[in-house]
């Protein structure tokens, strides 16, 4: 199996530094800062790379969850929410959000909750944050 990798690089201190993420295979490259990350600055920061692991990886688990189970899923849309908060004189991830919408014909609702819910514990991504808190609103569209 391979190993991937991201690099980053900060320049400064933190309220007035500034950097750049890049995706190791060369698909994403964006600056972040302070203002970027604790507040609502332009940028991105590296909350917004978990929720894009999160929502990634739930949706390919449960794509594959679905399958297993005899459904053909037409599609998985995933957004994931990830909270930053302060905590214990500094700052912590307290909660990730996971909400998602879903076109799967024949499944029931409860079928395929029940299934959102495994992916939301069992997707590498949820398994390395497990230390996080995460709530799965799954919705069935046609």
């Given at each position: 199996?391979?190993?991937?990798?991201?690099?980053a690089?900060?320049e400064g201190d933190?309220?007035?530094?500034k950097?750049?993420?890049m995706f190791?295979?060369?698909?994403?490259?964006g600056?972040?800062s302070?203002s970027?990350?604790?507040?609502?600055g332009?940028?991105?920061?590296?909350?917004?790379?978990i929720?894009?692991?999160?929502?990634g990886?739930?949706?390919m688990?449960?794509?594959?969850?679905i399958a297993?189970a005899g459904y053909?899923?037409?599609?998985?849309q995933t957004?994931a929410?990830v909270k930053?908060e302060?905590v214990d004189?500094?700052f912590?991830?307290?909660?990730i959000q996971?909400n998602?919408?879903?076109?799967?014909?024949g499944?029931?609702?409860e079928e395929?909750?029940?299934?959102?819910?495994?992916?939301?514990?069992?997707c590498?991504?949820s398994k390395a944050?497990?230390a996080v808190?995460?709530?799965?609103?799954?919705?069935?569209v046609?």
């Open positions: 199996m391979p190993t991937r990798n991201a690099t690089r900060w933190l309220p007035s530094g950097g750049t993420m190791g295979g060369g698909a994403f490259e600056q972040f302070a970027s990350r604790f507040e609502e332009v940028g991105t920061n590296p909350e917004e790379l929720a894009a692991a999160q929502a990886c739930f949706s688990a449960l794509a594959n969850i297993k053909e899923p037409k599609s998985i957004e929410q930053i302060r004189g500094g912590g991830i307290t909660h996971i998602t919408r879903a076109e799967i014909p499944i029931s609702e395929f909750r029940q299934h959102a819910e495994t992916a939301k514990e069992n590498p991504v944050l497990k808190p995460k709530d799965v609103n799954a919705t069935l046609s």
